[in-house]
């Protein structure tokens, strides 16, 4: 048995606006050709847990990326940045489908692609990995772990949230990966039923992989929220879901 | 949890960062998954300056039933506080029952 090295750099892409922000990359060693994955960070920030997922991705043979969301917010622990974005009421999807645009442009230009990118995140990341499939075009799969407010009410939508993304479902780009937890409660199980209901609608290409005995958070392996075998099986589950639409 | 549970109010005062104390615009009481206690879902309290950098946060996460202890001692105290400055004004108000010992909850 054998393990394949990888390379991990700061970059800075230009995200909406022009703005300039920070993104961890990851690239296994070798020619390749490699697929890519673009992480769209949680809630709680460009934290350290979202890096080491970048990394682990390398170690699978994916290059990938992870652009920093909150870097408006100035710099400081991953913490300390996600509230004061949680005080200022979020970002908005729209810069959020920018900055990540610009993490996907990143990855395409990367000697060793093989012309295949996935986005993938957790929490409100599962949200905005949603939203951008469902707003561009130039991704191949989209991964949503136990994203929340994919469903929003209209007393929940606002300047930076204009749209519930479940309206989105039919401008969806590529196919889907959805893995909840049953125990989780936004998204609530009726959610999802109520987006794989608009995924069924629409004829898009989804798979949703649900747990019993499971919340929010399921990977998290810092966190009480971790278990163990339905993060086993999820990721197993993801892998496989990736090997077939990226590569 | 993804909630979108938070509320913000203003706040005026000083509170004790990593390093120092610095001045107050905002608290925010959030309730979302921990970031650090190894609980779920916890009420967070957030005070700041909206206009210094992110590290100049002063930050609790809470269990819902400590950050109801809190909210009772707060008003607790309020109401004591008030009682009292209405005292130096010179104004009379019913007294108010004021509990002089922390209350612990069995361990």
Same mark, same amino acid.
């Given at each position: 048995?054998?393990?394949?090295?990888? +390379? &991990?750099?700061?970059?800075?892409?230009?995200?909406?606006?022009?703005?300039?922000?920070?993104?961890? +990359?990851?690239? !296994?060693?070798?020619?390749? !050709? =490699?697929?890519?994955?673009?992480?769209?960070?949680?809630?709680?920030?460009?934290?350290?847990?979202?890096?080491?997922?970048?990394?682990?991705?390398?170690?699978?043979?994916? %290059?990938? /990326? &992870?652009?920093?969301?909150?870097?408006?917010?100035?710099?400081?622990?991953?913490? *300390?940045?996600?509230?004061?974005?949680?005080?200022?009421?979020? /970002? !908005?999807?729209?810069?959020?489908?920018?900055?990540?645009?610009?993490?996907?442009?990143? %990855?395409?230009?990367?000697?060793?692609?093989?012309?295949?990118?996935?986005?993938?995140?957790? &929490?409100?990341?599962?949200?905005?990995? =949603?939203?951008?499939?469902?707003?561009?075009?130039?991704?191949?799969?989209? /991964?949503?772990?136990?994203?929340?407010?994919?469903?929003?009410?209209?007393?929940?939508?606002?300047?930076?949230?204009?749209?519930?993304?479940?309206?989105?479902?039919?401008?969806?780009? &590529? !196919?889907?990966?959805?893995? =909840?937890?049953? *125990?989780?409660?936004?998204?609530?199980?009726?959610?999802?039923?109520?987006?794989?209901?608009?995924?069924?609608?629409?004829?898009? +290409?989804?798979? =949703?992989?649900?747990?019993?005995?499971?919340?929010?958070? /399921?990977?998290?392996?810092?966190?009480?929220?971790?278990?163990?075998?339905?993060?086993? *099986?999820?990721?197993?589950?993801? %892998?496989?879901?990736?090997?077939?639409?990226?590569? | 949890?993804?909630?979108?549970?938070?509320?913000?109010?203003?706040?005026?005062?000083?509170?004790?960062?990593?390093?120092?104390?610095?001045?107050?615009?905002?608290?925010?009481?959030?309730?979302?998954? @921990?970031?650090?206690?190894?609980?779920?879902?916890?009420?967070?309290?957030?005070?700041?300056?909206?206009?210094?950098?992110?590290?100049?946060?002063?930050?609790?996460?809470?269990?819902?039933?400590?950050?109801?202890?809190?909210?009772?001692?707060?008003?607790? @105290?309020?109401?004591?506080?008030?009682?009292?400055?209405?005292?130096?004004?010179?104004?009379?108000?019913?007294?108010?029952?004021?509990?002089?010992?922390?209350?612990?909850?069995?361990?």
């Amino acid at each position: 048995m054998s393990y394949i090295g990888m +390379t &991990c750099e700061m970059v800075t892409i230009k995200g909406e606006g022009g703005t300039p922000i920070q993104a961890y +990359t990851a690239k !296994p060693a070798g020619k390749g !050709p =490699f697929p890519g994955v673009v992480l769209v960070h949680h809630l709680p920030g460009w934290s350290e847990y979202y890096i080491g997922e970048t990394r682990k991705l390398a170690h699978y043979g994916y %290059m990938a /990326i &992870c652009a920093n969301l909150y870097e408006r917010a100035g710099q400081g622990h991953p913490d *300390d940045v996600a509230a004061k974005v949680r005080a200022d009421g979020g /970002i !908005p999807d729209a810069q959020m489908v920018g900055d990540t645009a610009a993490a996907v442009q990143w %990855m395409r230009a990367q000697p060793g692609h093989n012309g295949k990118v996935a986005v993938m995140g957790s &929490c409100s990341g599962g949200r905005h990995a =949603f939203i951008y499939a469902c707003t561009k075009t130039d991704v191949d799969a989209c /991964i949503d772990l136990w994203g929340g407010r994919v469903v929003m009410g209209k007393e929940e939508l606002n300047a930076k949230t204009p749209v519930s993304p479940i309206e989105m479902t039919p401008k969806l780009s &590529c !196919p889907l990966l959805g893995i =909840f937890g049953n *125990d989780d409660r936004a998204p609530s199980p009726e959610q999802v039923n109520q987006h794989e209901e608009a995924l069924k609608k629409a004829g898009k +290409t989804y798979e =949703f992989h649900r747990y019993d005995g499971a919340g929010h958070g /399921i990977w998290y392996h810092h966190r009480p929220l971790f278990r163990l075998e339905q993060a086993t *099986d999820s990721w197993g589950k993801t %892998m496989a879901f990736l090997r077939k639409h990226v590569g | 949890m993804c909630t979108s549970i938070v509320e913000i109010a203003a706040a005026e005062g000083m509170a004790k960062g990593r390093d120092d104390w610095f001045p107050l615009t905002h608290a925010v009481v959030a309730y979302d998954h @921990a970031r650090h206690a190894l609980l779920g879902d916890v009420i967070t309290l957030d005070f700041f300056h909206q206009d210094l950098p992110p590290s100049s946060r002063s930050a609790v996460e809470l269990t819902l039933d400590s950050a109801k202890h809190l909210q009772a001692a707060l008003s607790r @105290a309020i109401a004591a506080a008030e009682f009292e400055e209405a005292e130096v004004r010179g104004q009379t108000e019913p007294p108010v029952r004021r509990r002089m010992t922390p209350v612990l909850e069995p361990v």
